[in-house]
Nanobody, 114 residues
Framework: QVQLVESGGGLVQPGGSLKLSCAAS????????MGWYRQAPGKQRELVAT???????NSVDSVKGRFTISRDNAKNTVYLQMNSLKPEDTAVYYC????????WGQGTQVTVSS
């Protein structure tokens, strides 16, 4: 069974940075489209960014210029570098792996507050 384990969440002040990691196991990581999604309290889960097996990136307008998704196929890991964080970025961030079917990690909390 595919396993995705996120790490790197926490509490940060507005304008600060965090880097999330998602380590995948039991998959041929390099063929999967990997993504980050987030869910704020009382809201639906939304796309943050995805990166295909070929490195093509898609991201939501609200994070462009601030967040960067990347992947290291040798480490079976996808990253989300988050800079210039805002209170509205506060959410649980989920890792997603998709190749036909999809699977999700357990989520990591990101809280942006002074």
């Amino acid at each position: 069974q595919v396993q995705l384990v996120e790490s790197g969440g926490g509490l940060v002040q507005p304008g600060g940075s965090l880097k999330l990691s998602c380590a995948a196991s039991r998959i041929i990581f390099s063929v999967y489209t990997m993504g980050w999604y987030r869910q704020a309290p009382g809201k639906q889960r939304e796309l943050v960014a995805t990166i295909t097996s070929g490195g093509r990136i898609n991201s939501v307008d609200s994070v462009k210029g601030r967040f960067t998704i990347s992947r290291d196929n040798a480490k079976n890991t996808v990253y989300l570098q988050m800079n210039s964080l805002k209170p509205e970025d506060t959410a649980v961030y989920y890792c997603n792996a998709r190749f036909g079917s999809e699977c999700w990690g357990q989520g990591t909390q990101v809280t942006v507050s002074s």
